[in-house]
């Protein structure tokens, strides 16, 4: 406006209204040609104006609409007629960040009956540039709502209108100092949402398992600290086990076009896995593919898989069915029980009605079957067994229900009856199979043998020498005292008489034994020691799978918690009944500490997120601290297996690094591949992780989306 007015003065001396006037009418293109430039200055100053507004305008004014509409949806309402046409669940957060909308959205749009589903964003705060970022895409800018408000507040809970929800998911703040106050939060919008929607299906995740049972009336309630210390402890005694359950729960995008679009018209979750089929490395091959995997159920008697074991143990149809098929029977689920039993056993006999849980690469609705005829009957005649066998039943079919395992003599043999007899060397049916055959219903006297809750094998009925001589008996029991309620009683090994507090204290002596440090107690087995900063009730759950009922007790590990701060009594007085159990106070980062703990006698090495460090400045530097201590122990010793537990899954490429290692190197490069593909688990070919070395509970959080 002054620019025209000033090199007017030589034309037609405009005043400043007449500038104005004139800007107005030619930008918006109206041009009464009223007034018009009359020196060429004047009109070269309207020819660039008129290039740059062609090119910032646009924008301001797309921007301008955009953050209108965001204003609007932060504090307008989710449409009525929308909520009752169409499907959309709520999701509330204290505080939204990209990596968690990110995890949320990708698995809950992965399936495909959930693509018409609007997701409605529940937040006290205002979205960051990222989410804000993400949520302009096309794709998401039509699917998901955002709305500024807090799901104590009725009338924020009526814009979302949450009593048409499909269902409502809270989420709990792990980033948080204090978690405690993070489960209050979370318990209090879970009520309020209960209270103002009775019938909206609640997902609740919660971090202390002390605060559980304040939320049992939600539909389905994942405890973080309960779960990951429950992974931790499987991963010693079998390796990478949370590798196994975080595959088993991620989606799968590493798909080439044509995969992605086949697995679109299929409707099948993940049909094949294309992860690292171009790889070199055959183990890299095997386990891309294999890791295409998941859990899907269907009815016994619409299935192919299972329809022929009705009437059989369960134990037999999971035996067979993954020798016939390759599939793998986990659990069921009666039909008119909510509750999904987890490899129940032979005691169980299949129904018609039953739900099958099965883990496949594809669901059997999308798999072909070839029909072959029937020629094994001599075979099988050839393999007919009578009588009760020599092996528990439940212990031939692994936990998981994925491996039929040969356990050593149990000793478990019926009062009476026929035994398996080994072949002759010179037999022509060959060597002896290693699975034992599964009875098709568990008879009454082998299950008496191999009652669930009796010893498992002869080296348990009978103390040894070396038990008499120390004067140590254990016994099987549920342990008298649990630390916070809501704790399930599990069936473990226990001491006839709890130990005094004082001699769990591994570093110091007292007036019942001398000992200051773990190699004065001379233990048989290797120790696992877990680094933690407080004994927080979820060192519990680390505690009960190592002293299950199920471990031979000759095959128990000692456990040495090594603390940052002393423990409080009423964890001390849950411990004090399991064998085995001792505490010192002490850190990481002194190597006096590690080496009077026993570190050079370790089997395992579990050290856990401290969640001092759980929030920083710049989010991914959280981990600094553990990853930095964690290197120390893999250089100074190497042969020590060492269990990580890290916030963010991002920072599992600097575990165990090796900067100038060809190998690594290597891996560095198909993991960005892999992202670049769209893989969600584009670190589930780091050596650690594959390995079961390093684990973070956010990739866990998908169990609870989908």
């Not at 896995?273 to 055959?282: D, G």
């Not at 035994?419 to 199979?433: D, I, N, Q």
């Not at 699975?435 to 009925?461: F, G, K, N, R």
């Not at 190197?665 to 650690?688: C, D, H, I, Q, Y």
């Amino acid at each position: 406006i002054c620019g025209i007015q000033h090199l007017e003065r030589a034309g037609n001396r405009l005043t400043l209204f007449d500038s104005l006037y004139f800007c107005i009418v030619t930008f918006s293109t109206v041009g009464f040609g009223d007034v018009t430039p009359k020196i060429w200055p004047s009109k070269l100053l309207v020819v660039i104006m008129i290039c740059v507004a062609l090119v910032v305008l646009p924008i301001q004014f797309e921007q301008l609409a955009y953050l209108w509409m965001e204003r609007q949806k932060s504090g307008g309402n989710y449409s009525r007629y929308r909520a009752q046409t169409e499907k959309h669940v709520v999701l509330c957060v204290s505080s939204l960040k990209i990596d968690l909308l990110m995890d949320f959205l990708n698995e809950f749009y992965a399936h495909p009956r959930l693509q018409d589903y609007y997701v409605v964003i529940l937040c006290p705060t205002e979205m960051d540039a990222q989410v804000r970022r993400v949520l302009q895409i096309p794709m998401w800018s039509q699917r998901v709502i955002y709305l500024q408000g807090s799901a104590l507040k009725d009338q924020d809970l009526l814009r979302a209108k949450m009593d048409d929800a499909e269902a409502c998911f809270i989420l709990s703040s792990r980033c948080e100092v204090d978690r405690t106050a993070a489960d209050h939060q979370t318990i209090l919008r879970a009520w309020a949402v209960k209270d103002f929607a009775p019938n909206c299906p609640l997902y609740v995740q919660i971090l202390k398992p002390e605060n559980k049972f304040h939320i049992k009336f939600a539909d389905h309630v994942v405890c973080e600290e309960e779960f990951k210390y429950a992974m931790l402890a499987l991963n010693c005694i079998c390796p990478a086990t949370s590798t196994l359950i975080t595959l088993l729960v991620h989606t799968s995008r590493g798909h080439t076009a044509p995969w992605e679009a086949f697995r679109q018209l299929t409707g099948t979750k993940q049909p094949l896995n294309r992860e690292s089929q171009q790889s070199p490395e055959q183990w890299q091959k095997m386990y891309g593919r294999c890791s295409g995997n998941e859990v899907y159920h269907i009815n016994l008697e619409e299935s192919t898989f299972f329809a022929e074991y009705e009437g059989k143990s369960f134990t037999y149809a999971s035996f067979h069915a993954h020798k016939k098929f390759g599939v793998c029977l986990i659990g069921v689920r009666k039909e008119d029980n909510k509750n999904i039993l987890l490899n129940p056993g032979p005691r169980y006999i299949m129904s018609s009605t039953d739900i099958c849980f099965y883990i496949n690469i594809t669901k059997e609705e999308n798999s072909a079957f070839k029909k072959q005829e029937k020629h094994r009957k001599n075979h099988e005649s050839k393999l007919s067994y009578h009588g009760a066998s020599r092996l528990p039943v439940h212990s031939i079919i692994a936990s998981m229900g994925t491996v039929a395992i040969d356990l050593q003599d149990t000793g478990c043999r019926g009062p009476s009856g026929a035994t398996l007899a080994l072949p002759a060397e010179g037999s022509k049916e060959g060597r002896r199979p290693s699975i034992a055959p599964v009875l098709e219903v568990a008879d009454s006297s082998s299950l008496h043998a191999c009652d669930l809750l009796s010893d498992q094998s002869e080296d348990e009925t009978t103390p040894s020498d070396e038990e008499v001589s120390a004067g140590v008996e254990y016994a099987k029991g549920y342990p008298p005292y649990s630390p916070y309620i809501g704790s399930s009683p599990t069936f473990c090994h226990l001491l006839h008489e709890k130990v005094p507090f004082c001699c769990l204290r591994l570093d110091k002596g007292c007036q019942h034994n001398y000992y200051e440090d773990a190699k004065a107690y001379g233990f048989k087995n290797k120790l696992i020691i877990v680094a933690a900063e407080t004994a927080g009730n979820g060192l519990y759950n680390f505690i009960v799978p190592l002293r299950a009922y199920y471990r031979p007790k000759k095959e128990l590990n000692p456990i040495v918690l090594l603390l940052d701060n002393p423990p409080d009594m009423h964890f001390l007085d849950a411990i004090c009944w399991f064998p085995m159990v001792y505490y010192m106070v002490g850190s990481i980062d002194n190597l006096d500490d590690l080496l009077r703990c026993g570190v050079t006698f370790a089997a395992n090495m579990v050290v856990v997120d401290k969640e001092s460090t759980m929030s920083a400045e710049e989010d991914y530097m959280a981990d600094a601290k553990t990853i930095v201590n964690v290197q120390t122990l893999f250089r100074l010793f190497s042969s020590l297996s060492i269990i990580t537990e890290l916030t963010h899954p991002a920072n599992m490429r600097f575990m165990q690094f090796r900067a100038k290692d060809c190998y690594s190197l290597a891996l560095s490069k198909l993991e960005k591949k892999e992202r670049e593909k769209g893989s969600n688990l584009a670190f589930m070919f780091r050596l650690p992780f594959a390995a079961g070395r390093v684990f973070s509970i956010s990739m866990l959080d998908t169990l609870l989306y989908q």
